[in-house]
């Protein structure tokens, strides 16, 4: 039998060509597994993909001069000086221009700070301790009255009435008829009606016990001093913690003439470029 093969050229790869980074680091399909087959061919794809792509940057490095002149190559200490101090050269310029910024409004600052937190606290404290709390307080309440009150006054009494006699009354006496005097003895059967007219002045003096619930209802006006309440004592503290800033803040540093280090010839430039002019 006549076995011809066809022999095919061995073909060459240079490194580095895409032929190479694809099929670099290639394994045998894995028999596919029961479970959780797709997440591992998701996983094993994504492998191949950073392998190849670090392999094509790998590849880019080794045939660039100039990258390979920058990039670390390898020395680790000139590599981390270098670092640092490109680092710290970019704080320190952070730093410095913080440092004029907050210099060129150091001043306002101040005086904001002057005015209106430290001298308008203590002025406000001062106003608060000569107050007077004005107010009215309505008042609704139940008073228990348990007492006995004394009963003392006269009534007057004039009235006409009729009267029944309880028992037999002997009337003796004598009356006038035709100017002539008659005497009068006689009785008057119990159950006998008078007509009598009352006119008497009668002394009432009697105590009377009382327990009874009195709703009040009241509006209490009420003017209370600051100054004579325990809130004077804390106010008068407080004034006392603010004093020693209020006189620090008032007289110092008001202006970069203030500071004797800008008043020499040597350093004034310095805080023209702080302070500014």
């Known amino acids: 039998m006549d076995n011809s093969k066809t022999n095919l050229p061995d073909q060459q790869f240079e490194p580095g060509s895409d032929y190479q980074l694809e ?24 492998y191949k ?48 221009a913080a440092l004029i910024s907050f210099g060129r409004h150091f001043f306002e600052l101040k005086a904001i700070i002057s005015n209106g937190l430290v001298d308008g606290l203590s002025s406000n404290l001062a106003l608060m301790d000569k107050a007077h ?10 008073v228990q009255l348990k007492d006995s009150l004394p009963v003392v006054f006269s009534l007057p009494l004039n ?63 009420l003017d209370l001093a600051i100054d004579q309440t325990d809130l004077h004592q804390s106010i008068a503290g407080l004034q006392s913690s603010i004093e020693p800033y209020k006189s ?6 008001n202006s970069p003439k203030d500071i004797s280090f800008c008043n020499q010839w040597w350093s004034g430039w310095l805080c023209n470029v702080l302070f500014g002019k």
């Not at 709390?133 to 139940?142: D, F, G, N, S």
């Open 23 to 46: 099929h670099q680091g290639e394994t045998p399909a894995a028999p596919e597994a029961e479970g959780g087959s797709y997440v591992n061919e998701r996983i094993q794809h994504a």
């Open 159 to 221: 009235q006409d009435t009729q009267v029944t006699l309880v028992q037999d009354t002997n009337v003796s006496g004598t009356t006038l008829i035709n100017l002539a005097p008659v005497p009068l003895d006689f009785t008057l059967p119990a159950g006998t009606p008078l007509q009598i007219n009352l006119d008497m002045t009668i002394p009432v003096s009697q105590s009377i016990p009382v327990d009874i619930t009195v709703p009040v209802s009241l509006l209490v006006p």
């Open 248 to 253: 620090l803040m008032s007289e110092n540093f």
């Open 49 to 96: 993909r950073v392998k190849n792509g670090y392999a094509k940057v790998k590849d880019k490095y080794n045939q660039s001069p100039r990258v390979q002149k920058i990039a670390y190559q390898g020395k680790f200490l000139p590599a981390f000086w270098t670092v640092a101090s490109i680092c710290s050269l970019i704080v320190n310029i952070i730093l410095i």
């Open 133 to 142: 709390i004005v107010t009215t307080v309505p008042v609704e309440t139940k």
